[in-house]
T-cell receptor, first 110, second 114 residues
Framework: EDQVTQSPEALRLQEGESSSLNCSYT??????LFWYRQDPGKGPEFLFT???AGEEKEKERLKATLTKKESFLHITAPKPEDSATYLC???????????FGTGTSLTVIP | EAGVTQFPSHSVIEKGQTVTLRCDPI?????LYWYRRVMGKEIKFLLH????????ESGMPNNRFLAERTGGTYSTLKVQPAELEDSGVYFC????????????FGEGSWLTVV
């Protein structure tokens, strides 16, 4: 069964304290892995798509990496405005639906 | 360019009533998806339209849920009659293509059944 597990559930960082969020996945043939950011009361906002192991994508303080079993979202020198829930989703070759994890709630303290 | 828009943003209805949610996808996006997040759970797939055709409705929970996309533009999701367990956030998303293409979400329609 296709599934996604994210850890930790919640993370509190001091401003400037770098860390990583984990997304472990089991999927019958990975078509794509997606990272989204979700602010309270809003819809998920697209960040990155990764398609194959070894691929990396960067955007400002965020960097996403992918292996055959997991993806990491690295946050370098975070700022309070990076506080949000970060969602990971996978899409399998067997269908078009996305399978989401429950997310990591990130709080960056000034 | 306008993003995915959903209406209403919030709705509170009584058990047994009917609610209709509307989604306008990004212009030019043939693929339209409905997802739902209930309290404490992950976002889960409901169904997928390609233009006006239902491509996959394997995630629809039961026959109280009816989705339509007449003319291949906007879509509606009707819940009739609503039950308490239907409470949650209903997200609509759209994409230009399938096959690993990124999907873009709306702000969600927050449904509370009391």
């Amino acid at each position: 069964e296709d599934q996604v597990t994210q850890s930790p559930e919640a993370l509190r960082l001091q401003e400037g304290e770098s860390s990583s969020l984990n997304c472990s996945y089991t999927v019958s043939g990975l078509r794509g892995l997606f990272w989204y950011r979700q602010d309270p009361g809003k819809g998920p906002e697209f960040l990155f798509t990764l398609y194959s192991a070894g691929e990396e994508k960067e955007k400002e303080r965020l960097k996403a990496t992918l292996t055959k079993k997991e993806s990491f979202l690295h946050i370098t020198a975070p700022k309070p405005e990076d506080s949000a829930t970060y969602l990971c989703a996978v899409q399998a070759y067997t269908g078009n639906q996305f399978y989401f994890g429950t997310g990591t709630s990130l709080t960056v303290i000034p | 360019e306008a993003g995915v828009t959903q209406f209403p943003s919030h709705s509170v209805i009584e058990k047994g009533q009917t609610v209709t949610l509307r989604c306008d996808p990004i212009s030019g996006h043939d693929n339209l998806y409905w997802y739902r997040r209930v309290m404490g759970k992950e976002i889960k797939f409901l169904l997928h339209f390609v233009k006006e055709s239902k491509q996959d409705e394997s995630g629809m929970p039961n026959n109280r849920f009816l989705a339509e996309r007449t003319g291949g533009t906007y879509s509606t999701l009707k819940v009739q009659p609503a039950e308490l367990e239907d409470s949650g956030v209903y997200f609509c998303a759209s994409s230009q293509y399938q096959d690993g293409n990124t999907i873009y979400f709306g702000e969600g329609s927050w449904l509370t059944v009391v």
